[in-house]
């Protein structure tokens, strides 16, 4: 089942505040439902202008919508746009079932997700953060300014084009990239390049220091120097190692925070690390 463009003027001119509203779907997430409300209340302008006096059919499509409901914030425009198409659709043909509304709402988290978490989240939102921080470090003011601008210029107009091409292109566009396997390809990309640019700022934010020396006298060098002539940033990686395996073994972040503090204290008190 696929929809295609519906020209409806006062359907289209609600995207506006469609839009405007994608912005609060990830304040009003909860444990049993999580972004259904915020979804719901993204839809409501669009669901104005489909069923206008309709309040039955009104209510009907408010109570789909308020059904469990996840995905990256960012994307959830392209699933919004492709809704308002399937509620079209189902206010002009007697013979539409509305179960499909939800089906593909639910068929298109995952895959879109995918996306959304590799690429955004985990690549070009780290990507952001690093370059802020280096600003940040060197005292500039201009470092928090920049990853403001740099995440969310490009991120919102993902959003407004998302909503756009979902409302325009309905499910047809997501059944080609499906059937062609363009979401799995640029998932896997996106992780591989993820972990390349976190593996590459391991050395310049993940910071071990020892006043260890090997020798003495002035024959006496620096265990740190002596490590890194084997592997540059050893004992970085070896930390950063040892929190990827507490994760790895379902470890809660508060109690890895503790560990890394704990450890910090202790090590500084027996002089095996220092600031």
């Given at each position: 089942m696929t929809t295609q463009t519906?020209?409806?003027?006062?359907?289209?001119?609600?995207?506006?505040?469609v839009f405007w509203r994608t912005f609060t779907m990830g304040a009003s997430w909860e444990y049993t439902r999580q972004m259904a409300t915020g979804y719901a209340y993204a839809m409501t302008p669009a669901l104005r202008a489909i069923y206008k006096?309709?309040?039955?059919?009104?209510?009907?499509?408010?109570?789909?919508?308020?059904?469990?409901?996840?995905?990256?914030?960012?994307?959830?425009?392209?699933t919004l746009g492709t809704s308002i198409a399937m509620e079209e659709e189902n206010n002009k043909n007697p013979d539409f079932d509305p179960e499909l509304i939800n089906n593909i709402k639910v068929s298109l988290m995952g895959p879109l997700s995918a996306v959304g978490d590799s690429l955004i989240l985990t690549t070009?939102?780290?990507?952001?953060?690093?370059i802020s921080i280096a600003l940040c470090k060197a005292g500039n003011v201009f470092g928090p300014i920049l990853f403001l601008l740099a995440y969310n210029v490009p991120t919102t107009i993902i959003r407004y084009f998302g909503l756009k091409l979902g409302y325009e292109q309905g499910t047809s566009l997501m059944s080609r990239m499906s059937d062609s396997n363009i979401i799995q390809s640029i998932s896997e990309?996106?992780?591989?390049?993820?972990?390349?640019?976190?593996?590459?700022?391991?050395?310049?934010?993940?910071?071990?220091?020892?006043p260890i020396q090997i020798g003495t006298g002035k024959a006496?060098?620096?265990?740190?120097?002596?490590?890194?002539?084997?592997?540059?940033?050893?004992?970085?990686?070896?930390?950063?190692?040892?929190?990827?395996?507490?994760l790895k073994k379902k470890w809660k972040?508060?109690?890895?925070?503790?560990?890394?503090i704990a450890f910090s204290i202790i090590g500084t008190g027996l002089k095996i690390l220092s600031a």
């Open positions: 519906v020209s409806n003027p006062a359907v289209k001119k609600s995207l506006r505040s006096d309709e309040n039955n059919a009104m209510s009907q499509a408010l109570i789909r919508h308020m059904q469990f409901f996840n995905i990256t914030n960012v994307l959830a425009p392209i070009w939102r780290i990507i952001c953060t690093g990309k996106a992780s591989i390049l993820g972990m390349m640019v976190i593996g590459a700022m391991v050395p310049s934010y993940v910071i071990v220091n020892s006496a060098v620096s265990l740190i120097k002596t490590l890194d002539q084997i592997l540059p940033s050893m004992l970085p990686i070896l930390a950063t190692l040892a929190v990827m395996w507490m972040v508060g109690w890895i925070l503790i560990v890394i």
